[in-house]
């Protein structure tokens, strides 16, 4: 789904999470008198929990908001009218809109974590897949490194990525254990991102023997998670396994 996809859906949900369940309340409006308010409640609390369904957390709270204001307006005595004059009535639009809020946020932690569940599998397909090549060699270091650089971009959200066979000093360093260190100090990415004045090497090592390093060039908003640039890691060590084994073919059986 690209950009304008996505900023379409957002606002068909929005438009969905206000009008969804005002209209429900108004086809109950009929019913008030043989329908208890809390049955009418819960109708409401599906309404949400559908829009919430959809992952997008601002509608859900759009929809538990205006589910709420329905069944103020819609259902509760004086009809019409912002007022409510009995406690259950009250004591119900609120748990209303409390179930809608909890309801959303669940929904939205949940979509959450199948996201990036489904993310890690992406990831570790993308390094076993760099382990097969760099294992079959069935591709030239240069075509490896090119994949990988690509891949790397694409887990960390960098601007760019590039491979140097060279050393250098006074460079920020990405650990295999997904810390980054500048100037025998640890970088608190979580907190401000990788370094965007200054590109983060990645070393590329294989035995011990340095092979060259990745280049990655930040924006200030790139914040990569922990368990991404572990991947980052990972993806350059089989750069290192394969131009170890290319630069020593015995290593290689």
């Not at 809390?38 to 929809?63: C, E, I, M």
């Not at 307006?73 to 259950?88: D, E, G, K, N, T």
């Not at 076993?128 to 959200?157: C, D, F, N, T, Y």
């Not at 390093?213 to 998670?225: I, Q, V």
Request: aromatic residues 8%; glycine residues 10%; hydrophobic residues 50%.
């Amino acid at each position: 789904m690209d950009v304008p996809d996505r900023f379409n859906r957002h606002y068909r949900l929005l438009a969905t999470g206000l009008v969804a369940p005002l209209v429900a309340a108004l086809i109950l409006l009929p019913f008030g008198d043989s329908v208890p308010n809390t049955s009418d409640a819960l109708l409401l609390v599906l309404v949400v929990v559908g829009v919430a369904s959809a992952g997008d957390r601002l509608a859900g709270l759009l929809a538990a908001l205006s589910a709420g204001l329905g069944f103020d307006f819609f259902l509760a005595r004086p009809y019409q009218s912002l007022a409510i004059v009995s406690a259950a009535d009250l004591q119900t639009a609120l748990l209303l809109l409390g179930v809608g809020v909890a309801v959303t946020e669940i929904a939205y932690r949940g979509r959450e974590q199948q996201a990036m569940a489904r993310q890690r599998l992406g990831y570790l397909e993308g390094v076993e897949a760099a382990a097969k090549i760099a294992a079959e060699g069935s591709s030239s270091p240069s075509a490896l490194i090119e994949r990988v650089a690509g891949q790397i971009v694409q887990v960390m959200g960098l601007e760019k990525c590039r491979f140097d066979y060279g050393m250098g000093l006074d460079y920020p360093r990405l650990e295999p254990d997904g810390s980054v260190r500048w100037r025998n100090q640890s970088w608190a990415v979580d907190s401000f991102g990788l370094p965007a004045d200054k590109d983060t090497e990645l070393v590329v090592e294989s035995g011990g023997r340095f092979m060259g390093r990745f280049l990655l060039r930040a924006n200030p908003r790139t914040r990569p998670s922990r368990a991404e640039r572990m991947v980052a890691a990972a993806l350059a060590a089989q750069v290192g396994a394969a131009l170890g084994a290319y630069r020593d073919p015995r290593s290689a059986g």
